[in-house]
């Protein structure tokens, strides 16, 4: 099957996924800090921010992101041919950037992180690069 680390793409994004939301959440009941409230914030979407969604759903608009991420990345990470640790190392730097840009968001929303909040900041950038992390040993681990 031709396609076949597609699968690989979305496979390594639900789990990546999941681990993301699974260790912001925990970061939020723990510390009081949002960034699992960021995770799952749409208020900042035209058409979608019109609705309130259950958490469930909610949980599956940040797998289907996540999903999509993945394969891209996967795509990118057999596009330059990467091997090894170097994988990993590569996809903790471009997720912790991407958790950097998506950070402003937290101003259009008065139930997420001020922008101001650096612990809150270090929390979304920890779950960001354990996402690429996680992300690079599983494509890593593929041929």
Known sequence: ?????????IGAGIISGMLL?????????QSGHSVYTLLMNVDYIPVVNAFTYPA????????????????????????????????????????TLIGALI??????????P?????VSLA???AGHALYGAV??????EKD
């Open 1 to 9: 099957m031709k396609q076949k680390w597609m699968l690989h793409g």
């Open 21 to 29: 939301g699974a260790f912001l959440w925990a970061v939020e009941e």
């Open 56 to 95: 469930p759903v909610e949980f599956l608009f940040h797998l289907i992101v996540s999903v999509i991420l993945a394969t891209v990345l996967l795509w990118l990470v057999r596009r330059m041919r990467m091997l090894g640790n170097r994988v990993i190392v590569w996809l903790v730097t471009v997720n």
């Open 103 to 112: 950070w402003p968001v937290t101003s259009f929303s008065g139930r997420t």
């Open 114 to 118: 001020s922008p101001a909040d650096w």
């Open 123 to 125: 929390w979304w950038l």
């Open 135 to 140: 992300l690079g040993w599983l494509f890593r």
